[in-house]
């Protein structure tokens, strides 16, 4: 009986490696799989014909195939988009969208709404969630395609099991548990992801040169967050969804904050502080609930064309980001940054403090280690994170386990 509990282990990994060579080469040859995985070709031959049978993997039409000196011409092998769909979903401040995704990753449905989610009771956020959810799939031609995952981003804190939201500056209400509703009304699993967390998730996909086995994403928005990747993991706490890098202490008693304490990272460089110092000049006032975009393009284009209040707000935001990620870097080895989101699109404006606050801290001599890049819009990314947080479920979950394998009985 061991043996063969080994034999369905092996068969699932190899299954495993050969689904996701072909989701990261997108169109890869038996050969250029064999290369990647370093299975053999009779292994790899033998689980792509499984994989075509179940229509999990399917050869690729019209590709030209990659001629050889020897032996017959190599042929394509895709993800069968019909294979199953997943529906992303993200949820932030006073916005919800959702996707629903084949399993090639083509987007076969999408929608999005504006939501007061601040003044929005527990039970209407969750029921938004499935109203949108049946809007996209009751009733639609989906391809053929079995929906097989749900994956829930939001704004704030989940627990470490993806399970709920634990708190979030976009809702007053705590513990909203969203998993179990969807998984009632849809019968699939369903995961709940820190935002910032998937960001982390889709960079990896998009650079996986740059972002590989230890990076850092910060989001600059109306909120501060973080993903975390180190060591190739995606790094979560033991009971919630990880760093919250926003809400680090920049000054004890300083800044209020709109989690409602004072002296956190963002309350010094989320948008409504820096909006708020440049603005109102007082850490004291409430902060104000929703800011567009354009209104922090505004003030990066006063503070670019004239040195004043706008400017010093943005000295604040870099000097607070600078010094949290200091404290960071003494206790982890330097690591790529990605600054992603509105904020992001004036980080000219804190990046020479950002560098100078580093230097200060213990974290200061890695400094020439440390390297940023920025994306200016998050959402893009929040979803691609969650859609390949989904998909790789299906992949490694479902679709690599297969049929169990028949045990000849003595």
Same mark, same amino acid.
């Given at each position: 009986?061991?043996?063969?509990?080994?034999?369905?282990?092996?068969?699932?990994? @190899?299954?495993?490696?050969?689904?996701?060579?072909?989701?990261?080469?997108?169109?890869?040859?038996?050969?250029?799989?064999?290369?990647?995985?370093?299975?053999?070709?009779?292994?790899?031959?033998?689980?792509?014909? /499984?994989?075509? $049978?179940?229509?999990?993997?399917?050869?690729?039409?019209?590709?030209? *195939?990659?001629?050889?000196?020897?032996?017959? *011409?190599?042929?394509?092998?895709?993800?069968?988009?019909?294979?199953?769909?997943?529906?992303?979903?993200?949820?932030?401040?006073?916005?919800?969208?959702?996707?629903?995704?084949?399993?090639?990753? @083509?987007?076969?449905?999408?929608?999005?709404?504006?939501?007061d989610t601040q003044q929005m009771p527990a039970n209407d956020l969750v029921d938004e969630c499935v109203a949108m959810i049946h809007r996209l799939t009751d009733g639609r031609e989906l391809v053929g395609a079995p929906l097989l995952r749900i994956t829930l981003a939001v704004q704030g804190i989940t627990d470490s099991g993806s399970r709920k939201l634990l708190w979030s500056p976009i809702t007053p209400h705590d513990d909203i548990h969203f998993a179990d509703r969807l998984e009632q009304e849809f019968g699939v699993p369903v995961s709940v992801e820190n935002d910032c967390n998937m960001i982390a998730e889709a960079l990896r996909w998009r650079d996986?040169?740059?972002?590989?086995?230890?990076?850092?994403?910060?989001?600059?928005?109306?909120?501060?967050?973080?993903?975390?990747?180190?060591?190739?993991?995606?790094?979560?706490?033991?009971?919630?969804?990880?760093?919250?890098? %926003?809400?680090?202490?920049?000054?004890?008693?300083?800044?209020?904050?709109?989690?409602?304490?004072?002296?956190?990272?963002?309350?010094?460089?989320? @948008?409504?502080?820096?909006?708020?110092?440049?603005?109102? %000049? /007082?850490?004291?006032?409430?902060?104000? $609930?929703?800011?567009?975009?354009?209104?922090?393009?505004?003030?990066?284009?006063?503070?670019?064309?004239?040195?004043?209040?706008?400017?010093?707000?943005?000295?604040? $935001?870099?000097? $607070?980001?600078?010094?949290?990620?200091?404290?960071?870097?003494?206790?982890?080895?330097?690591?790529?940054?990605?600054?992603?989101?509105?904020?992001?699109?004036?980080?000219?404006?804190?990046? *020479?403090?950002?560098?100078?606050?580093?230097?200060?801290?213990?974290?200061?001599?890695?400094?020439?280690?440390?390297?940023?890049?920025?994306?200016? @819009?998050?959402?893009?990314?929040?979803?691609?994170?969650?859609?390949?947080?989904?998909?790789?479920?299906? /992949?490694?979950?479902?679709?690599?386990?297969?049929?169990?394998?028949?045990?000849?009985?003595?």
């Amino acid at each position: 009986m061991s043996v063969g509990v080994r034999h369905d282990d092996l068969r699932r990994r @190899n299954r495993a490696m050969v689904i996701s060579a072909v989701r990261r080469a997108s169109q890869p040859s038996r050969t250029e799989i064999a290369a990647t995985t370093g299975l053999s070709h009779s292994t790899i031959s033998t689980i792509s014909s /499984d994989l075509i $049978a179940e229509g999990i993997l399917a050869e690729a039409k019209g590709y030209e *195939p990659v001629s050889m000196k020897r032996g017959r *011409p190599q042929v394509a092998l895709k993800l069968e988009a019909s294979a199953a769909s997943i529906v992303a979903v993200v949820l932030s401040l006073n916005h919800l969208s959702a996707s629903v995704i084949d399993y090639a990753g @083509n987007t076969i449905a999408e929608e999005s709404r504006k939501l007061d989610t601040q003044q929005m009771p527990a039970n209407d956020l969750v029921d938004e969630c499935v109203a949108m959810i049946h809007r996209l799939t009751d009733g639609r031609e989906l391809v053929g395609a079995p929906l097989l995952r749900i994956t829930l981003a939001v704004q704030g804190i989940t627990d470490s099991g993806s399970r709920k939201l634990l708190w979030s500056p976009i809702t007053p209400h705590d513990d909203i548990h969203f998993a179990d509703r969807l998984e009632q009304e849809f019968g699939v699993p369903v995961s709940v992801e820190n935002d910032c967390n998937m960001i982390a998730e889709a960079l990896r996909w998009r650079d996986p040169v740059r972002y590989r086995d230890d990076f850092i994403a910060i989001l600059l928005s109306h909120g501060i967050g973080m993903g975390l990747v180190i060591k190739g993991e995606l790094f979560t706490g033991t009971q919630s969804s990880g760093g919250e890098f %926003g809400h680090m202490i920049h000054r004890p008693d300083g800044a209020l904050c709109r989690c409602g304490r004072r002296g956190c990272i963002e309350a010094y460089a989320g @948008n409504y502080a820096i909006w708020r110092n440049a603005r109102i %000049g /007082d850490e004291n006032a409430e902060p104000p $609930a929703d800011l567009s975009d354009e209104d922090i393009t505004a003030l990066a284009g006063a503070a670019r064309d004239h040195d004043g209040p706008e400017r010093e707000a943005f000295r604040k $935001a870099g000097e $607070a980001i600078g010094f949290g990620l200091g404290s960071m870097f003494a206790l982890f080895d330097p690591a790529p940054l990605a600054f992603v989101g509105v904020g992001a699109t004036a980080f000219d404006l804190m990046e *020479p403090h950002v560098r100078a606050a580093i230097a200060k801290t213990a974290g200061g001599l890695h400094s020439k280690a440390i390297s940023f890049d920025t994306e200016p @819009n998050e959402v893009p990314l929040i979803r691609e994170g969650s859609m390949m947080r989904a998909l790789l479920h299906v /992949d490694q979950e479902i679709f690599a386990v297969g049929a169990p394998l028949r045990q000849d009985v003595a």
